[in-house]
């Protein structure tokens, strides 16, 4: 965490990250609009385990106001991937209403 903020991440498409940065805030990737968006705290997620790689070429870094991982916790994989939080796509809007700053994106494997 930066100062009194807050540091999340995601790994996405081009396009994904492309429309992430523009707007500055989490966007479904096409045709997975119900979908939850997925994010976790910095490290917590192995980009090489997510599956086909050209999915997940970007890293898209999300700044978010103090207070958000209380309002995450509720959404937090537990059992399984402690740090992961899946947003149901319902409550997107209020996240990137509410908590979100500013969203970066970076080449995978580029520092920051």
């Known amino acids: ?4 903020n807050e540091i999340y991440e995601r790994y996405g498409n081009e396009e ?3 429309n992430c940065s523009r ?5 479904p990737r096409p045709n997975h609009e119900t979908q939850p968006k ?8 192995l980009p090489r385990t997510l599956g086909k790689s050209k999915n997940y070429k970007y890293r898209i870094e999300i700044v978010t106001k103090r207070g958000t991982k209380e309002w ?4 937090e994989i537990k059992s399984n991937e402690p740090g992961r939080y ?3 796509s319902d409550e997107v809007p209020k996240f990137n209403n509410e908590y979100v ?3 970066s994106t970076f080449k995978r494997g580029a520092k920051r």
């Not at 997925?38 to 997620?45: F, L, Q, S």
């Open 16 to 18: 994904e990250a492309k």
């Open 1 to 4: 965490m930066a100062g009194n």
């Open 86 to 88: 899946a947003i149901p």
């Open 23 to 27: 707007e500055q805030k989490l966007l």
């Open 72 to 75: 995450l916790k509720q959404f």
């Open 101 to 103: 700053i500013s969203v």
């Open 38 to 45: 997925w994010i976790a705290d910095i490290g917590k997620v």
